[in-house]
């Protein structure tokens, strides 16, 4: 059965690949939009369906439309992600996405501090890239949610300015 299944998967690939460019990015925005409002959408997503069609249909489409934020949302590549951001910056799913990655990697940079481990990668870098996260905050439409980050984003700044110090 699982020879089957990878059959059939190769036959939607194929078929895939050879549809229009409207109708791939239509499916490919649809498929992460539908999977970003579950908790952890990655799970959805299988492996080999994201590297072999997701992804470069991503990269093609970042090079065919330079000035569509929605391929750059998708990518999860902090870089292209502020891309999106800085295109379309009242869009709070990718808002949400931008802090979210973030926040999570300059935590995942101090989470072992307390226990006496040191900084994990750059605190200047984190710093530089939590001040200029800043200028977003007053694009999140919710203020419970725009305070929680602006305290979360104060707290890790806090971590890397004394780590700089230090």
């Known amino acids: 059965m699982r020879k089957e299944a990878f059959n059939e998967l190769s036959l939607f690939f194929s078929d ?25 959408y990655s799970l959805y997503i299988p492996e080999n369906f994201n590297k072999e069609l997701i992804k470069p249909e991503i990269a093609n489409w970042i ?15 902090s870089k292209l992600l502020r ?5 379309n910056p009242n869009d709070q799913d990718t808002l949400s996405l931008f802090f979210l990655m973030l ?32 200028q977003y905050l007053s694009f999140v439409e919710e203020k419970t949610r725009r305070e929680d980050l602006k305290k979360q984003i104060s707290e890790l700044k806090l971590v890397a300015k004394e780590f700089i110090k230090y």
Do not use: C
Request: charged residues 30%; proline residues 6%; glycine residues 4%.
């Open 16 to 40: 895939f690949k050879n549809e229009e460019n409207k109708s791939r990015r239509w499916l490919v925005n649809n498929i992460y939009d539908l999977a970003f409002q579950t908790d952890n």
């Open 83 to 87: 891309k999106s951001v800085d295109l």
């Open 63 to 77: 090079n065919d439309e330079p000035d569509n934020p929605i391929p750059y949302k998708w990518s999860f590549d």
């Open 103 to 134: 926040l999570n990697g300059v935590n995942m940079n101090q989470h072992e501090i307390d226990a006496g481990y040191p900084y994990d990668g750059d605190p200047e870098k984190d710093l530089a890239l939590l001040e200029d996260a800043e």
